[in-house]
């Protein structure tokens, strides 16, 4: 195993991962908590895989390929119904199968391991959890990455992927923490709404992302950046937000 690039995979997680642990300002969350958000989040990895895989599976004989490439349903021409349905196809892969798999199993895994901790006592400590969990996903998931396809590769994820995903957890715990305030202030209607939103809005932003990302479409490689650069400058403030304005929870 080549030690560079396992660390080329690793250090730019470890390094998101202290900047949000250092933001947590009222009360610092034990390690062991976080460590095993990490390693959960690993976990998370393989089993979005195995569900992809599923889908993918599924995606495949609800919209069946020809050998020459293009789709074959029967009326139109080629040229129209290849770009007409590979968009399609698209659009089902990255916002169903693969942005509802990572995010909805990350989501999960955070409400069984975090709801009812104690430690979860402060609107902060959910942004914390669903980054940890992120970047425990998104560190596994480089690894793999990166010894496949080599040192080009960890350089691209760790300026996209790598902070994507921590962006994606920011958004996840932002709502996750104030679902815990409400069910906590006796509002459950309240926390079902801010559950959903810590659910949609990254599995949204994943989608999106992928999507611009692996899009052979001109258009979406031009806004690909532009979407990147918007979705890291909200995270950021959306952290420093939630840290200043961070307060206890009690029930």
Same mark, same amino acid.
């Given at each position: 195993m080549n030690v560079t690039l396992v660390l080329a995979a690793v250090v730019p997680a470890l390094l998101l991962l202290v900047r949000v642990y250092l933001a947590?300002?009222?009360e610092r969350e034990p390690l062991s908590l976080l460590l095993g958000l990490i390693f959960w989040?690993?976990?998370?990895? $393989?089993? &979005? *895989?195995?569900? $992809? %895989?599923?889908?993918? @599976?599924? =995606?495949?004989?609800?919209i069946p390929q020809v050998q020459s490439g293009g789709w074959s349903f029967g009326w139109g021409t /080629? &040229? !129209? *119904?290849?770009? %007409?349905?590979?968009?399609?196809?698209?659009?089902? +892969? !990255? @916002?169903?199968?693969?942005? /509802?798999? $990572?995010?909805?199993?990350?989501? +999960?895994?955070?409400?069984?391991?975090?709801?009812?901790?104690?430690? #979860?006592?402060c609107t902060f400590d959910g942004v914390v959890y669903a980054v940890f969990l992120s970047l425990g996903f998104a560190l596994w998931e480089n690894i793999h990455y990166v010894? *496949?396809?080599g040192m080009g590769t960890a350089v691209a994820r760790a300026v996209t992927a790598v902070p994507g995903h921590a962006c994606f957890g920011v958004f996840m715990g932002t709502w996750y923490g104030l679902a815990k305030r409400a069910s906590l202030a006796g509002k459950p209607g309240k926390s079902l709404f801010f559950r959903l939103l810590a #659910?949609?809005?990254p599995t949204l932003l994943h989608g999106l992302y992928d999507f611009a990302a692996a899009s052979q479409l001109q258009e979406l490689g031009? =806004? @690909? +950046?532009?979407?990147?650069?918007?979705?890291? +400058? /909200?995270?950021? @403030?959306? /952290?420093r937000l939630m840290s200043r304005f961070d307060k206890y929870m009690r029930g």
């Open positions: 947590d300002r009222l989040g690993v976990v998370a990895t $393989e089993l &979005a *895989a195995l569900s $992809e %895989q599923a889908g993918i @599976f599924l =995606l495949k004989r609800l /080629v &040229a !129209y *119904a290849t770009t %007409q349905y590979s968009t399609l196809y698209d659009i089902l +892969l !990255y @916002f169903v199968v693969v942005a /509802v798999s $990572e995010e909805g199993i990350k989501y +999960l895994i955070l409400r069984f391991r975090t709801w009812r901790s104690p430690e #979860f006592n010894l *496949a396809y #659910f949609l809005i031009w =806004l @690909f +950046l532009p979407f990147i650069g918007a979705m890291f +400058l /909200v995270s950021y @403030f959306l /952290v």
